[in-house]
C-alpha cells in the first residue's frame, strides 16, 4: 500500500487533534489523501476544514476538481479563503474561475493582488483547451548575465512560489526565450560559470495557441517535465508541467473512447439518471433515423423474403459482420490520428492495406458463411449469395472505417465523434442491400 | 513550431558535415528528432551512424522504440557497439534484452560490466508489466545523517549518471527507504542543515509486484514526477519516472480503445496486411459464432415473418437499439473501471442507475418506435410491438452492460476483453426474441 497512514486513522486524527497536533502529525501527508478523506466524510467538513493549518488548506485547495475548488472554498471562513486565493497558482485560479457564476468571480478576482489579477485576466484570453488555457504563469526565469552562484541565491527566495524548480529558463532584456538550464545542471557547476555557458539552446517550445492535446503528444515524444510556452515573437508567457499534461490526456483518451461508442464527454459512472439519459438518447434517436435507412432498404425486398424466408434469419449476420470490420478498422484509424502515427503521407497505403485486409477476411469469413448457409438450407446457391455478399460487404467496411473518419478529420471534426454511427448505417444499408439484392437476382436457384 | 532546426536541414547537416562540425551544431537538438530524421532517411543508415559523436550515439539508442534498440545498435560498429550498451540505463537495457533472441542477450550481457549485468539479471526477474519491470536502478540515495552541503557534492559526482536528479531518497544503514528530499529544498537550505531534518517522510510508494498501470493511476493521481519502488520490506530497489509511466497509460489506453473494438493490442495503423488479417480474424470468427445463435433465434419465428414480411425490416432496429444502448453503458463501465471510479463499493448503486437509464431511453425510444411502426404499417398494434419489444431490449442492454465488464473483472480478465460480443449477442438474441415474440403472440392483430 502507498500509504503510510490508514484512512480512518487520518479521520480520527482530524476529528479529535488540536490544529497544532494536526499541523504536525500530517505534514507530509499527502492533499490528495486528506482530500479523499474529506471527500467521504459524512459530517459537517467545514469543522475538519477549521482545524487545517493554512498551507495544507492551500495544498488542498491546489489539488482538488474545478468543482470541488468552489465548493471546499464555499465552507472556508472569509480570512482563510482569502489567503487561500491568494495562494493559488495562476492556471488553477483560471480553472476556479471557469467554474463559478460571474459575481463569484469577480468577488475572486477582488481578493488577489492586482498584479496577479491581470495575469489571471490574460490567462482567460486563451482558449481553455489551448498551450495558453493549461500553462502557468509562475515559472522561474534569469538573464543570460548571471553566474550559477547568483542563479542559486535568486533561487532561493524564487523557488518556494514557483510551479517547478527543476528547470530555470533563460531569456534576454525583452523576455524572448534564449535556453534552459536544470538545477541538475546548476549544481554540478561551478558558481563562476555564466548560464549562458551551459544552457541549452535548441529548445522544444510550445506556442501559446497549439491545441494542448498537441502539447500532450510532444511531451510523451520528448518524455519531459515541464515545457516553456511562447507567444509568435518567442516571448516566453508561462510553462506546462507534465501533471496537467496528464491529466489533458486522460481526459482526451476518456473523450476518444466515449465517441466512439456514442457517449458524451463529462459521464462519470456515478452521476445522475437524468443527466445520463439526456447525455445519450440524442445519439441514440441519430441511429435510429439511420436505422431507418436499414429497414427501408430491406423492405424494398420483401418480396424476396416472402419467397425465402430463411433470409431474413441471415441478413443480420452478413450488416453485423461488415459492421464488425468495419468498427476494426475505424477503432485503428481513430487511435492512429490521436498517436500521430497516421498521416496524409502513409495515408494512401494505408487506406490500401485496410482494403486488401477487408478482402482477404471477407474471403475466410464468406468461404465459413458459405459452407454454413449451404449446410442451413441444404442448397449450394443460398451460401454463395451469403459468401458473396459478405465479402462486398466486410471489403466496403475497411474503405467506410478508413474514409470516414479521415474525411472528418479533413473537416476539423474530431474523427472519433460521430465515426461509428456513419460507419455502420454503411455496413447496415449496404450489406442488406447486397445480401437481398443478390439472393433476388438468383431467387430461381433459391426456391 | 517546437523546432528550431527543419529536417531536410538536419539530413544536409548529418550528410556534409564532419563528425566535429556535428557534434558543434546538432549539440542541443533532442535526440527523438534526430531519430525521426534517421527513419526517414533511405540511404545507408549507419554512414549518418558512423558520423555522430558517441554521446549522441548513446542519446540516441536510449531514446528509440524497443525494437528499434536492436537495429540501431546492429548498424554500428563493435566498439561503439559495445560503448553504447555500457552507458544505457538498466531499465533500456531490460527493454532491449526482452527484443533479441537469446544469443544477441548474452552477447549483450558479456559486453556490460559484471555489476551492471547484475543488476540488469535482477530486473530481468520481475514480470514486464510490473513496476519492477519498468523501473530503473540508477537512483541517488544518501544517509540520514549527511548534511546538505555533503549531499550536494556527493550531487556533483554522481547527478550526471542518474535517471533523474531531481529527488534524492534518504535510506538507513539497511536501504529501507526513509524519506526523501528534492533538488529543491537542497538549493533553499543551508549547507550544515541535515538531510534528516528537512525530508519528507511520509512518501507515498510502490511495490516493486504492483501491476504498471496501476502505478501510472498513482502517477496521474498525485502528479509526481518520480516515484520510488521497494520490495515487501520498505528497501528501495529502483524508481519510475513520468516519462515511462506515460508509455505505460498510452499503451493502456490503446489496448482499452481496441479490446472494445476487437483490435489486439500491438497492431499500428501502417503494419501489414497479413499480420492485421492474423490479429483480426480470431475475433470475426467468434462474432460469427454468436451471429448464428442470434439467426437461430430468427428461424424459430419464420412462420410468423412469412405472415407479416415488414417484421424482417423492422428487427434489425430492435437488436441494433439495444447494442447501441449495451455498448454505451460498457463502455462507460470499462472507462469507470480502467480510471478507479467504479469500485465495489458503489456498484449497486451505478447498476440501479444504468437499469433506470435503460427504462428511461426504452421508454423515449419506444414511443418513438412506437409511432413508426404505426405509421409504416398503418396498424396500432404493430406499433405497439416495436415499441415494447425496444423497452425490454434497451433495459436488458444496460444491465449486460453493466453485468459483463464486472463479472470479466471479477474472473480477473480484462473487462475491455470480450465484453463487447457478449453484449450484443445478448441484445440481438433477446432483442429478436422479444420482437418476434410479441409479434407471434399478437399475430392475430397483425394480419
Redo the contacts between chains.
Keep these: ?5 490508514a484512512e480512518d486513522e487520518l479521520i480520527e486524527i482530524l476529528l479529535k487533534s488540536s490544529r497544532e497536533e494536526i499541523a504536525l502529525l500530517l ?4 492533499p ?1 489523501d486528506l482530500l479523499d478523506v474529506i471527500r467521504q466524510y459524512g459530517g459537517d467538513k467545514s469543522e475538519i476544514l477549521k482545524k487545517l493549518p493554512e498551507e495544507m488548506l492551500v495544498n488542498l485547495v491546489d ?1 482538488a476538481e474545478d468543482e470541488e475548488k468552489v465548493e471546499l472554498l464555499n465552507l472556508l471562513p472569509e480570512e482563510n479563503k482569502e489567503l487561500v486565493i491568494n495562494e493559488m497558482s495562476s492556471d488553477e485560479l483560471v480553472d476556479l474561475l471557469g467554474s463559478v457564476t460571474p459575481d463569484e468571480a469577480l468577488d475572486i478576482l477582488d481578493k488577489i493582488d492586482d498584479e496577479e489579477a491581470l495575469e489571471v485576466k490574460e490567462l482567460l484570453s486563451y482558449e481553455s483547451d489551448s498551450a495558453g488555457g493549461i500553462m502557468a504563469t509562475e515559472f522561474i526565469s534569469v538573464k543570460e548575465a548571471m553566474t550559477i552562484g547568483e542563479t ?1 541565491s535568486y ?2 527566495k524564487e ?2 512560489d514557483a510551479e517547478t ?2 528547470y530555470i529558463y533563460v531569456v534576454d532584456e525583452e523576455e524572448h526565450l534564449k535556453g534552459v538550464v536544470s ?2 545542471d ?3 557547476n561551478r558558481f563562476d560559470v555564466k548560464v549562458s555557458e551551459i544552457m ?8 501559446v495557441t497549439m491545441d494542448q492535446e498537441e502539447a500532450g503528444h ?8 515541464t515545457m516553456p510556452v511562447v507567444d509568435e515573437n518567442d516571448v516566453m508567457l508561462g510553462i506546462i508541467t ?2 496537467d499534461i ?2 489533458v ?2 481526459d482526451e ?2 473523450e ?3 465517441r ?4 458524451q464527454e463529462g ?8 443527466e ?2 439526456k447525455k ?2 440524442p ?3 441519430v ?2 433515423c439511420t ?2 435507412l ?3 432498404t ?2 424494398l425486398f ?1 418480396g424476396t ?2 419467397k425465402v ?9 452478413v ?3 461488415g459492421g ?2 468495419g ?2 478498422t ?7 490520428i490521436a ?1 500521430g ?2 498521416t496524409y503521407e ?1 495515408s494512401v ?2 487506406l490500401i ?2 482494403i ?2 477487408g478482402i ?2 471477407g474471403v ?2 464468406g468461404i ?2 458459405s459452407l ?1 448457409g449451404y449446410f442451413w438450407e441444404g442448397n449450394a446457391v443460398f451460401g454463395l449469395v451469403i459468401g458473396c455478399a459478405m465479402l462486398l460487404n466486410m471489403t466496403v467496411a475497411t474503405f467506410a472505417g478508413f474514409m470516414v473518419p479521415m474525411a472528418l478529420k479533413k473537416l476539423n471534426i474530431d474523427p472519433a465523434l460521430a465515426s461509428s454511427v456513419f460507419v ?1 448505417t454503411a455496413t ?1 444499408v449496404l450489406g ?1 442491400f447486397f445480401f437481398l439484392g443478390l439472393a433476388t437476382a438468383c431467387i430461381s436457384y433459391l426456391i
Design positions: 500500500m502507498p500509504f503510510e497512514i505534514e507530509d501527508v499527502h490528495e489539488q542559486l533561487l532561493q523557488a518556494p524548480a527543476y538545477l541538475r546548476i549544481v554540478i541549452h539552446e535548441n529548445i522544444i517550445r510550445v506556442p510532444l511531451f510523451e515524444k520528448y518524455g519531459f517535465m507534465v501533471d496528464m491529466e490526456l486522460r483518451n476518456t476518444d473512447i466515449y466512439l461508442a456514442g457517449l459521464e462519470i459512472v456515478t452521476g445522475s439518471v437524468s445520463s439519459v445519450r438518447l445519439w441514440l434517436f441511429n435510429l436505422a431507418l436499414a429497414a427501408y430491406v423492405s420483401e423474403i416472402n424466408v430463411t433470409l431474413a434469419a441471415f441478413m443480420p449476420i450488416a453485423g459482420m464488425n470490420t468498427t476494426q475505424l477503432t485503428l484509424i481513430v487511435r492512429g498517436l502515427e497516421l502513409n497505403r494505408v492495406k485496410e486488401m485486409v482477404s477476411m475466410s469469413v465459413a458463411a454454413l455502420t447496415d442488406f
